[in-house]
């Protein structure tokens, strides 16, 4: 059984760009939740998508968006960069079933400056 | 008033100790408790997942919920080196469909001195 991945490692980007994060879930998961964790802070919930479809959203503007593949693995994309989007971004997976929790990948560290 | 308040340390104790970090929270919703550990530069690991008040024990780990004082803890017993990380609490209500959407706190930084 494989964990969850997350490509690339590292990414260094330039304010007003655009950034694709990528996430392989573990196998057997149907759901995927994305977490932006800044240095020193907890990671903050951004979506979840479970059945391809976006099923919950926290505080982050519309420039956030993803997607979910038949595969399960998923995509974060954010465009118009600003500094403070740089954190790690943490993707998590999980099998949508009662009393289940989320396995998390290593993330990718976004730089922008 | 932040939902999940948890001390951020830093907390530092000898080889052996006992240990205890703590979190608190104000949104009554919450009905999954998860205590995970976070290596420098890493993602965060699971540890221990309650869903109701009272005690969860898993080898040196206890987790602790008490929902009527909305105060969730984590001890563990006769630390080692090996447990310096981040500890970071997460809770979440009762999800529609889906998984649930988690509450972090900041995050505890432990380090056990040999």
């Known amino acids: 059984e494989t964990g969850v991945t997350q490509s690339p490692t590292h990414l260094i980007k330039t304010r007003g760009q655009q950034v694709t994060l990528r996430c392989s879930s573990q196998?057997?998961?149907?759901?995927v939740s994305w977490y932006q964790q800044a240095l020193g802070q907890g990671p903050q919930f951004i979506f979840q998508y479970y059945r391809e479809e976006e099923n919950g959203r926290g505080n982050f503007p519309p420039r956030f968006s993803g997607l979910q593949f038949p595969n399960y693995s998923s995509e974060l994309n954010v465009n118009a960069l600003e500094l403070d989007d740089s954190a790690l971004y943490l993707c998590?997976?999980?099998?949508?079933?009662?009393?289940?929790?989320?396995?998390f990948g290593p993330g990718t560290r976004l730089l922008v400056l | 008033q932040k939902e999940v308040e948890q001390d951020p340390g830093p907390l530092s104790v000898p080889e052996g100790a006992i240990v205890s970090l703590n979190c608190t929270y104000s949104?009554?919703?919450?009905?999954?408790f998860m205590w995970y550990r976070q290596y420098s530069r890493k993602g965060p690991e699971l540890l221990m997942y309650t869903y109701s008040s009272g005690n969860k024990e898993d080898g040196r780990f206890t987790a602790q919920v008490d929902k009527s004082s909305k105060y969730i803890s984590l001890f563990i017993r006769d630390s080692q080196p090996s447990d310096s990380a981040t500890y970071l609490c997460a809770m979440s209500p009762i999800t529609q469909g889906g998984s649930e959407k988690l509450v972090f706190g900041k995050g505890t930084k432990l380090t056990v001195n040999p």
């Open positions: 196998s057997g998961h149907n759901t």
């Open positions: 949104n009554s919703a919450f009905q999954y």
């Open positions: 998590a997976s999980s099998l949508a079933v009662s009393q289940e929790t989320q396995y």
